[in-house]
């Protein structure tokens, strides 16, 4: 997941390197959140992630998942393999088999 304001120092940074940074917004969040409706899911926002894979042809990538991201990105990483260098968890969910976001995240299912 992310919310471009708390990644513009970063970008820039990286920038500053000659690496490209993207920062998309899952649907449903953020400056997305008129798109929010019931079936909007896990699969939504790894669909979200794979089509900026597609669009950008982006290989090599080292792909950055914050707090619920972690869960994305490890269903990004089941999808496209190839195209990822690296993971990255910051301070993010690491899903366990078996598992749903639900077990893993304390009090989402309250706020769902």
């Not at 820039?12 to 079936?39: C, F, K, W």
């Not at 900026?52 to 290989?59: A, Q, R, T």
């Not at 910051?90 to 976001?101: C, Q, R, W």
């Amino acid at each position: 997941m992310s919310w471009r304001w708390c990644w513009k120092k970063v970008t820039r940074l990286l920038a500053n390197h000659n690496h490209r940074a993207y920062t998309p917004t899952l649907t449903g969040l953020g400056e997305r959140s008129h798109l929010l409706r019931e079936d909007i899911d896990l699969s939504t926002h790894i669909l979200d992630i794979t089509q900026e894979f597609e669009y950008e042809d982006l290989d090599n990538v080292i792909l950055v998942g914050h707090s619920y991201g972690g869960i994305v990105i490890s269903g990004v990483a089941e999808r496209i393999p190839d195209r990822i260098k690296r993971l990255v968890y910051l301070d993010g969910y690491i899903p366990e088999d078996g598992k749903t976001a639900f077990d893993l995240i304390p009090g989402l299912e309250e706020n769902t």
